[in-house]
Nanobody
Framework: QVHLVESGGGLVQPGESLTLSCTAS????????????MNWYRQAPGKQRELVAS???????NYLDSVKGRFTISRDRAKNTVYLQMNSLNPEDSAVYYC???????????WGQGTQVTVSS
C-alpha cells in the first residue's frame, strides 16, 4: 500500500507561482521507487480530470501542452516527495490538483486527496 499526501495549494493572483508537494509513504514505494511513475493531475469544475505532468525515474518528464514552459515536475528521492512548481499561473489553471503514483510492475495506482489551486484577481 502507498499513501500520498499533497500540500501547497492556495489562492494566488494571475502571474504568481505556487509549488505543490506530494509525499509518498509505504514499504512498496520505498522498495520499488524506481518503478513508480509519478503524476500530477488536475480537475476543474465541470471538466474531466487531465494529466498535467508525469515523471519516470531516469527519464525526461512530460507535460500537458498548456503548461509547458510554466510548470516543472521534480522528485526528491531522499524525501520520497514529488513537486510541481507552477509559474505564471492563470485562471485556467484553477483546479483541484491530485498526485498519482503508478507502479509499472503491477499497474497498481494510488491517489492523494487533492489540493485546491485557485488563480484569481
Amino acid at each position: 500500500q502507498v499513501h500520498l499526501v499533497e500540500s501547497g495549494g492556495g489562492l494566488v493572483q494571475p502571474g504568481e507561482s505556487l509549488t505543490l508537494s506530494c509525499t509518498a509513504s509505504g514499504s512498496d514505494f520505498n522498495i520499488y521507487y524506481k518503478f513508480y511513475t509519478m503524476n500530477w493531475y488536475r480537475q476543474a469544475p465541470g471538466k474531466q480530470r487531465e494529466l498535467v505532468a508525469s515523471t519516470i525515474f531516469g527519464t525526461s518528464p512530460n507535460y500537458l501542452d498548456s503548461v509547458k514552459g510554466r510548470f516543472t515536475i521534480s522528485r526528491d528521492r531522499a524525501k520520497n516527495t514529488v513537486y510541481l512548481q507552477m509559474n505564471s499561473l492563470n485562471p485556467e489553471d484553477s483546479a483541484v490538483y491530485y498526485c498519482n503514483a503508478v507502479n509499472r510492475r503491477t499497474d497498481h495506482d494510488y491517489w492523494g486527496q487533492g489540493t485546491q489551486v485557485t488563480v484569481s484577481s
